[in-house]
């Protein structure tokens, strides 16, 4: 359904940015009213706002009076999103200040707030800002984490712009089921595995699957949404960061390995949607391997890789919960109830592949069974709404908190 939306823009470098965002917006139908600091305006002037919105911009509250619009605009959105928020922004929506017309919306608006900040890495680890968010999000506005890459110099860290597409599929979410009703995760830490290890033959080859990573970032996108602090450990994934995550990329099993024991030790999940590699060349050529002139190919011995999800079960802190997967071409479900035995986890997403069935899909129909013999049939659905289904499922088995 088309929401009105206003799209308030601090003045950051990343401003620029906001264009897209304000074009996903209104392409998908949405009425969007731009709402520029007088800072963004030296970064993206209001010609280019109100050509691509259509509508009037003004970034104080003095411009059309008669209609009250410091009150009004956010009385009437469904949704407001700052992106680029600076730190400035941040610290003014905490402390309830109202000198501009965006910040006088951000008090009046009773719709989901979401806030996509952007600085340099000390700006957002200073103290103060810190506060400031914290502040924010225990009244219920959603501040999405910061990416982690280049920022505005040659410098790198964590304060960039999510991808414009990646806060669009907040917003989305954030529309359609609310920010606060879906805050069922908040506080809790979940690890993700996405993607599908490669173990190297030689410097050009590898051993590998099909593993796009889609579910498993759909799975670290429901959980940001969500309210969960997520840690997405990606094997090879050539996807856009999701919004809000810890990213960790590894290469191999044995990579995957390291990172996710080490950001479950102190996590409240951990859903293992990677496809790690069972096996791996037992040696490493460190030149590509020739073909030989008599035609006879090179054996390769192969070893077997250690077991991440038996590894997690074992090391598993009380109270935490293990979702593993398994794909399956044939007896998907007595064999996804024999490995969830055999693994020692809370519960096994199952589902049967093909070379066109589920990798690389943007659909996935998959069973759940649980330890306790409990049977849940997902029919094809998009693979976030799966994610969903799958998170519902696992916020019942984590202990309340005291
Ligand atoms: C080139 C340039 C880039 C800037 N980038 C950022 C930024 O990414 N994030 C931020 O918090 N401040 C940034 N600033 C500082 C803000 O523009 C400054 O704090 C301003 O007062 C913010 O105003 P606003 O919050 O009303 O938009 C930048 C300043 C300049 C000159």
Same mark, same amino acid.
């Given at each position: 359904?088309?929401?009105?939306?206003?799209?308030?823009?601090?003045?950051?470098?990343?401003?620029?940015?906001?264009?897209?965002?304000?074009?996903?917006?209104?392409?998908?139908?949405?009425?969007?009213?731009?709402?520029?600091?007088?800072?963004?305006?030296?970064? &993206?002037?209001?010609?280019?706002?109100?050509?691509?919105?259509?509508?009037?911009?003004?970034?104080?509250? +003095?411009?059309?009076?008669?209609?009250?619009?410091?009150?009004?605009?956010?009385?009437?959105?469904?949704?407001?999103?700052?992106?680029?928020?600076? !730190?400035?922004?941040?610290?003014?929506?905490?402390? %309830?200040?109202?000198?501009?017309?965006?910040?006088?919306?951000?008090?009046?608006?009773?719709?989901?707030?979401?806030?996509?900040?952007?600085?340099?890495?000390?700006?957002?680890?200073?103290? !103060?800002?810190?506060?400031?968010?914290?502040?924010?999000?225990?009244?219920?506005?959603?501040?999405?984490?910061? !990416?982690?890459?280049?920022?505005?110099?040659?410098?790198?860290?964590?304060?960039?712009?999510?991808?414009?597409?990646?806060?669009?599929?907040?917003?989305?979410?954030?529309?359609?089921?609310?920010?606060?009703?879906?805050?069922?995760?908040?506080?809790?830490?979940?690890?993700?595995?996405?993607? %599908?290890?490669?173990?190297?033959?030689?410097?050009?080859?590898?051993?590998? /699957?099909?593993?796009?990573?889609?579910?498993?970032?759909?799975?670290?996108?429901?959980?940001?949404?969500?309210?969960?602090?997520?840690?997405?450990?990606?094997?090879?994934?050539?996807?856009?960061?999701?919004?809000?995550?810890?990213?960790?990329?590894?290469?191999?099993?044995?990579?995957?390995?390291?990172?996710?024991?080490?950001?479950?030790?102190?996590?409240?999940?951990?859903?293992?949607?990677?496809?790690?590699?069972?096996?791996?060349?037992?040696?490493?050529?460190?030149?590509?391997?020739?073909?030989?002139?008599?035609?006879?190919?090179?054996?390769?011995?192969? &070893?077997?890789?250690?077991?991440? !999800? &038996?590894?997690?079960?074992?090391?598993?802190?009380?109270?935490?919960?293990?979702?593993?997967?398994?794909?399956?071409?044939?007896?998907?479900?007595?064999?996804?109830?024999?490995?969830?035995?055999?693994?020692?986890?809370?519960?096994?997403?199952?589902?049967?592949?093909?070379?066109?069935?589920?990798?690389?899909?943007?659909? /996935?129909?998959?069973?759940?069974?649980?330890?306790?013999?409990?049977?849940?049939?997902?029919?094809?659905?998009?693979?976030?709404?799966?994610?969903?289904?799958? +998170?519902?499922?696992?916020?019942?088995?984590?202990?309340?908190?005291?």
């Amino acid at each position: 359904m088309p929401a009105e939306i206003v799209l308030g823009v601090g003045g950051g470098i990343a401003a620029y940015k906001a264009c897209e965002l304000l074009r996903l917006f209104t392409e998908s139908g949405h009425r969007v009213r731009v709402v520029p600091t007088a800072s963004a305006l030296r970064f &993206v002037g209001a010609p280019t706002w109100a050509a691509l919105s259509g509508r009037p911009v003004a970034d104080d509250v +003095w411009s059309d009076v008669h209609e009250v619009p410091h009150v009004r605009l956010g009385q009437h959105a469904d949704l407001v999103v700052v992106a680029p928020a600076t !730190a400035d922004l941040l610290a003014k929506a905490a402390h %309830g200040l109202a000198d501009d017309l965006l910040t006088n919306t951000l008090l009046t608006a009773r719709c989901p707030v979401l806030l996509a900040p952007a600085m340099h890495t000390e700006m957002w680890e200073h103290p !103060a800002t810190v506060a400031n968010v914290a502040t924010l999000r225990s009244r219920g506005v959603r501040v999405i984490e910061p !990416a982690v890459g280049r920022l505005t110099g040659r410098d790198t860290g964590k304060g960039r712009l999510p991808d414009p597409a990646e806060i669009f599929a907040v917003a989305r979410r954030a529309l359609a089921r609310g920010v606060e009703a879906e805050a069922d995760l908040a506080g809790r830490h979940v690890v993700v595995t996405a993607g %599908g290890t490669r173990e190297p033959l030689d410097p050009v080859r590898f051993l590998g /699957n099909r593993s796009s990573g889609k579910q498993g970032y759909a799975f670290a996108r429901a959980a940001v949404a969500r309210g969960a602090r997520v840690t997405l450990v990606a094997a090879n994934v050539a996807l856009p960061d999701p919004a809000g995550v810890d990213l960790v990329r590894v290469g191999t099993t044995e990579e995957l390995r390291d990172a996710t024991l080490a950001a479950a030790a102190g996590a409240d999940a951990v859903v293992m949607a990677a496809a790690p590699a069972d096996f791996r060349p037992a040696s490493y050529a460190s030149g590509k391997i020739k073909k030989s002139d008599d035609g006879v190919a090179p054996a390769i011995e192969l &070893v077997t890789n250690p077991d991440i !999800a &038996v590894e997690l079960g074992r090391r598993r802190r009380p109270g935490q919960v293990l979702v593993i997967f398994a794909a399956e071409t044939d007896d998907a479900e007595a064999n996804g109830r024999a490995k969830l035995a055999r693994k020692g986890a809370d519960m096994i997403v199952v589902n049967e592949v093909g070379v066109d069935k589920v990798f690389g899909a943007d659909t /996935n129909a998959a069973t759940v069974i649980s330890a306790d013999g409990a049977v849940h049939r997902l029919p094809e659905q998009p693979k976030e709404a799966l994610a969903d289904a799958v +998170w519902d499922l696992v916020r019942q088995r984590l202990p309340s908190r005291s």
